[in-house]
């Protein structure tokens, strides 16, 4: 079925390298998306109509074009038009930064209008500074909305790349692929214990994640 | 007995709404200032404006014979000394009752956390919720919450106490628990400005009645003057407001 492919020369070895692969972007656009997020997040609620209209007007072109023709449009594109020669990986990580970014920001814009100015003022009342007020008082209770959510985004993200294949990126659907292709001779039922195998990775990783989101949730239930 | 609290002609507009039209109030050590007046009428704005979470338009709140500057780099020095609950509560909810009362007194007053907690654990036994010191906000009833909000005052010791309706989001069966607290501290001589619409309560516990409509403040005085011979017209419709005859 398969599963006696993965013991085969270094099968297994590549496949885990592919996962890597996909992990090394994902992560790295989280990181990204964390950062880029937070900031974006925090003007999207600001008073000026014109930042806060064009931040709106990024998420919603972001939700609506699947991240495939994002993909494309970068890989592709930017190679023909604007002539320069980015790398596949280059372009994916750029890909999900730029929808996580979107995603991220709109979750911390989420969580600050969350928290009623009250939660300031009672704060400051009690004689706590502005930054004081921030780091014990306010951070405290976005992080606690955010993190769940935020890890979401990233079990989304890491399954998201196995779209990264088709600009040509070896990563583990891929190396799946590769692997049953070149047996496709010797064992032509290869496909589903290799993708058994591929399904069972994925899980490996984002299982933990999502139960770690679950765990913080509860406990920080308000 | 020495003054307090001296508020000079304070003024205060949105826009075009004249919030508070040129407010007096003097408030000496150990009275209980009661202001009523009908929704709207800028109570809470005037509590707001003495701890300058609210900036005035014009006029000046006098503390202990200094200006309060809201422009000033250390105004958390000077609202350390004021006191103030709020209809809703506003406890921290990612923090235990215990946490939110001694996270002021460690962080701004600097005061060892060790006898942060017992002064905490003191105040709470008083008010009757010593067993809720490790429960979250949201695992108490509204009354529970207001009586720990007070207690979080409490904690910075501040010179004048400001409690603004703090029984309004109350359901009716709580709000005397709170109440019976305001009266304890009132008869232990603290200072405090109390916006309220329980009129009996007023009633009990002021030294004085302000009334406050349209910004200004229309009639003040003892209560039993107040609210048994009220002066103006103005005075006499709102009281008569709370009846049913
Ligand atoms: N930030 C604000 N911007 C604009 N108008 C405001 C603002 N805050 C208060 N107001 C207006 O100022 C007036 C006074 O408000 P305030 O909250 O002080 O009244 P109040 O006497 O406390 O009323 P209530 O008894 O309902 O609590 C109201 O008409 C209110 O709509
Ligand atoms: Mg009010």
Redo the contacts with the bound molecule.
């Keep these: 079925m398969g599963f006696e492919l993965l013991l085969k020369g270094n099968n297994l070895g590549r496949l885990f390298g592919g996962l890597a692969v996909a992990l090394k972007i994902s992560l790295l656009s989280v990181c990204i998306s964390l950062i880029l997020g937070t900031v974006l997040g925090s003007l999207m609620n600001d008073r000026h109509p014109l930042i806060k209209g064009v931040l709106r007007g990024y998420l919603e072109i972001v939700r609506l074009m699947p991240q495939l023709v994002l993909l494309f449009l970068a890989y592709f594109g930017t190679t023909r038009v604007l002539g320069i020669n980015i790398s596949a990986e280059t372009a994916s990580v750029f890909v999900f930064s730029f929808w996580g970014t979107a995603e991220m920001s709109d979750l911390v814009r989420g969580a600050l209008s969350g928290i009623p100015a009250a939660q300031y003022e009672s704060s400051m009342a009690l004689g706590l500074n502005d930054v004081q007020t921030l780091v014990f008082v306010i951070l405290p209770q976005i992080i606690r909305r955010m993190l769940p959510l935020s890890i979401n985004l990233i079990t989304r993200m890491i399954k998201t790349t196995s779209l990264i294949m088709m600009i040509g990126i070896v990563e583990v659907l891929k190396v799946g692929q590769q692997i049953i292709e070149a047996n496709r001779k010797i064992d032509p039922n290869a496909a589903f214990g290799i993708y058994f195998t591929v399904f069972v990775l994925y899980f490996a990783v984002c299982w933990p994640i999502s139960k770690l989101s679950k765990y913080l949730e509860k406990k920080w239930e308000a | 007995m020495d003054e307090i609290l001296n508020i000079r002609g304070i003024s205060k507009k949105?826009?075009d709404?004249v919030?508070l039209d040129h407010l007096d109030l003097r408030v000496r050590s150990g009275e209980v200032v009661v202001i009523v007046?009908?929704?709207?009428?800028?109570?809470?704005?005037?509590l707001r404006c003495i701890n300058a979470l609210e900036k005035v338009d014009d006029g000046e709140v006098i503390l202990d014979g200094k200006v309060i500057d809201p422009q000033d780099k250390h105004l958390s020095k000077v609202r350390e000394k004021i006191g103030m609950v709020f209809q809703s509560y506003e406890l921290f909810p990612h923090k235990t009752v215990l946490q939110n009362l001694v996270l002021a007194p460690v962080r701004v007053k600097k005061m060892n956390r060790k006898e942060a907690e017992k002064e905490a654990l003191r105040l709470l036994e008083r008010v009757g919720l010593l067993s809720k010191k490790n429960n979250y906000p949201r695992q108490l009833s509204g009354g529970q919450k207001q009586r720990v909000a007070i207690v979080r005052a409490l904690m910075m010791n501040p010179e004048i106490l400001l409690l603004?309706?703090i029984t309004a989001a109350l359901d009716p069966e709580m709000v005397r628990e709170v109440l019976e607290v305001v009266l304890d501290l009132a008869k232990e001589g603290r200072t405090m400005i109390i916006?309220t619409?329980e009129l009996p309560f007023a009633k009990a516990v002021a030294d004085r009645v302000v009334f406050i409509d349209g910004g200004r403040i229309i009639e003040e005085g003892e209560p039993k003057d107040f609210f048994e011979h009220p002066k103006t017209e103005r005075l006499r419709k709102f009281l008569h407001s709370f009846t049913y005859e």
């Design positions: 949105y826009e709404l919030v007046g009908p929704s709207g009428c800028g109570k809470s704005t005037f603004d309706e916006v619409h």
